[in-house]
């Protein structure tokens, strides 16, 4: 579950919540996407919603590495694409399969959020 501290952040257009500020150090925070990653270091509250407004989510249609901490396959990483994230949860698919007409192939792994098991590809 997203920390009650973080602040959440949406686009001014359309009011799509696009990320969150994490507080930091003083009166700094770190822009964090919707996955609980940061898009950079502590900086003002301002900069960082710059920094969201301006990414917005194309991060979502990346490819991230997610690391395995469970299971046969703990200790290794798989190439995964974002399926469907929400506050509190992030759908992966493994990106060689996941974009095949447009439907993910193979099953689903699911991943509470924020997480520190992912990094962008």
Do not use: C, K
């Not at 009166?27 to 301002?46: H, I, N, R, S």
């Not at 929400?86 to 060689?96: E, K, R």
Request: without cysteine; charged residues 20%; negative net charge.
């Amino acid at each position: 579950m997203v920390p009650p501290d973080w602040l959440p952040t949406y686009r001014l257009e359309d009011s799509e919540l696009i990320g969150y500020l994490a507080p930091a150090d003083g009166d700094q925070v770190v822009p964090m996407t919707l996955l609980g990653t940061p898009l950079g270091e502590a900086m003002t509250v301002f900069a960082a919603e710059q920094v969201l407004e301006e990414v917005g989510l194309s991060y979502l249609a990346e490819r991230w590495w997610l690391r395995h901490d469970e299971g046969e396959l703990a200790g290794t990483e798989q190439q995964v694409v974002v399926v469907e994230a929400t506050p509190g949860l992030a759908v992966l698919a493994n990106a060689d399969f996941a974009q095949v007409v447009g439907a993910p192939i193979g099953a689903p792994v699911r991943v509470a959020l924020p997480t520190d098991r992912l990094r962008r590809a």
